[in-house]
């Protein structure tokens, strides 16, 4: 059964550094998405990506985040200057259509993110 | 704002034990409700929804069912298996035109031999 993957599963980096947490989603699905959770609370929308552009954001998705879909099978999500309370397990999501959420979003195993 | 409540774990059971995990919700419209799971190391997948009021999701032998009135959705199954082990998670989605899912915290079932 075809699966979202992501990469790395565990990335640990320094205050201030930028990291890329690469995803790849179904081949055949057109939106996706990324959310996160910091431990101990709840999964978080941070924003979805359609037709090579940002469809819905959440206020955590400020300046320091952007998203890229750069070769058709890859999906990224950059932070720029990493913060302390950026650590978290990122999971990046993805779903054929966009039917209110009522079609399934298939998830991956999650990366996560400690910054030091 | 719209926001899913779960109780808090970890739930701790014996094999063939009766599991219910609770789960409210808060919503504006009219939301569609989901239970996820997670296994150790893998992703997020979903278990059941239901769209409706007073529809039933079920799936490997788990169950909710939407309830409007007192506006609930919790996880229900009759006997557990060890292979149940993981986290699960409720989550909401509410307007027709948005995509995201709101999820809960999570609760962490242990199910012991």
């Known amino acids: 059964e075809p699966e979202v993957t992501q990469t790395p599963s565990h990335q640990v980096t320094q205050m201030g550094q930028e990291v890329i947490l690469r995803c790849v989603p179904i081949?055949?699905?057109?939106?996706f998405y990324w959310y996160r959770q910091i431990l101990g609370q709840k999964v978080e929308f941070l924003v979805s990506?359609?037709?090579?552009?940002?469809?819905?954001k959440s206020e955590i998705f400020d300046d320091q985040f952007s998203v890229e879909r750069p070769d058709g099978s890859n999906f990224t999500l950059k932070i720029r200057s990493t913060k302390l309370e950026d650590s978290a397990m990122y999971f990046c999501a993805s779903t054929p259509s966009r039917r209110g959420g009522v079609d399934t979003q298939y998830f991956g195993p999650g990366t996560r993110l400690t910054v030091l | 704002g719209d926001s899913v409540t779960q109780m808090e774990g970890p739930v701790t059971l014996s094999e063939e034990a009766f599991l219910t995990i609770n789960c409210t919700y808060t919503?504006?419209?009219?939301?569609?409700l989901f239970w996820y799971v997670q296994y150790p190391g893998e992703g997020l997948q979903l278990l059941l929804k239901a769209t409706k009021a007073d529809d039933k999701g079920s799936n490997k032998g788990f169950e909710a069912t939407y309830r409007k009135e007192t506006t609930s959705f919790h996880l229900e199954k009759g006997s557990v298996q060890v292979s149940d082990s993981a986290v699960y998670f409720c989550?909401?989605?509410?307007?027709?035109?948005?995509?995201?899912?709101?999820f809960g915290t999570g609760t962490r079932l242990q199910v012991f031999p």
């Open positions: 989550a909401l989605s509410v307007e027709y035109n948005t995509d995201k899912l709101i």
């Open positions: 081949s055949n699905h057109l939106y």
């Open positions: 990506f359609y037709n090579n552009e940002i469809s819905e």
């Open positions: 919503a504006t419209g009219y939301p569609s």
